[in-house]
């Protein structure tokens, strides 16, 4: 499986945006790059994903480096709610169906 | 917003009895899974299943594991003889049909499996 590297932990104040990177130097061409999110004593929680081009939703935006080695996720205005594990990874794909595989994240700890 | 539930939210056994951890996934999902996490480290694919059967599983899947989805809307996982490393988080999750890589999971916020 092709693995991602993140940092262990960030800091972020409450109301500034947030660029939380992942690098994923041996992704394959078909890789999709997911990123989940895990709130203390919940389950992961899907944010977004991507595989070329830029991506945007409600919840936050995913940029892509153009060899796909590396991507960022950006939380716009961070909120204290915000403060989670943050997942970056692989979707490898073996036929119809396709598992995640965790690693450990990033923490993110927002300041009020 | 649908979700997939889970219960008991917290189950405690005595080592080397049976338990069975409850799921209800998305209603219109048909690939199911079930992941765990022991405290302090990171969640763990267990196991995948699609049209009653299972699609894949892990090495932490043993003889001891079973799933099941007995009716048309719960989705079970059974550990037979439950040992004190089985303590963990078990999440469910569902995804809609997946022939697309882009289904994300939904999982549930876990049961929390206690062997003592």
């Known amino acids: 499986d092709a693995k991602t590297t993140q940092p262990n932990s960030m800091e972020s104040n409450e109301e500034e945006p947030v660029h939380l990177p992942c690098n994923h130097s041996?992704?394959?061409?078909?890789?999709?790059i997911h990123w989940y999110r895990q709130l203390p004593s919940q389950g992961p929680e899907y944010v977004i994903h991507?595989?070329?081009s830029n991506v945007n939703n409600r919840m936050a935006s995913l940029a892509i480096a153009e060899d796909r080695k590396s991507s960022t996720l950006i939380l716009h205005r961070a909120t204290l709610r915000d403060a989670a594990v943050y997942y970056c990874?692989?979707?490898?794909?073996?036929?119809?169906?396709?598992?995640?595989?965790f690693g450990k994240g990033i923490t993110l700890s927002v300041r009020p | 917003e649908p979700e997939v539930t889970q219960t008991p939210s917290h189950q405690v056994t005595q080592m080397g009895q049976e338990v069975i951890l409850r799921c209800v996934p998305i209603?219109?999902?048909?690939?199911f899974y079930w992941y765990r996490q022991i405290l302090g480290q990171k969640v763990e694919f267990l196991v995948s299943?699609?049209?009653?059967?299972?699609?894949?599983k892990s090495e932490i899947f043993d003889d001891q594991f079973s799933v099941e989805r007995p009716d048309g809307s719960n989705f079970t996982l059974k550990i037979r003889s439950t040992k004190l490393e089985d303590s963990a988080m078990y999440f469910c999750?569902?995804?809609?049909?997946?022939?697309?890589?882009?289904?994300?999971?939904?999982f549930g916020n876990g049961t929390r499996l206690t062997v003592t």
């Open positions: 999750a569902s995804s809609p049909q997946g022939i697309s890589y882009n289904s994300p999971l939904h």
């Open positions: 990874i692989l979707r490898v794909t073996t036929g119809a169906n396709s598992k995640l595989t």
């Open positions: 209603s219109n999902h048909l690939y």
């Open positions: 299943f699609y049209n009653n059967e299972i699609s894949e």
């Open positions: 991507g595989l070329t």
């Open positions: 041996t992704i394959s061409g078909t890789d999709y």
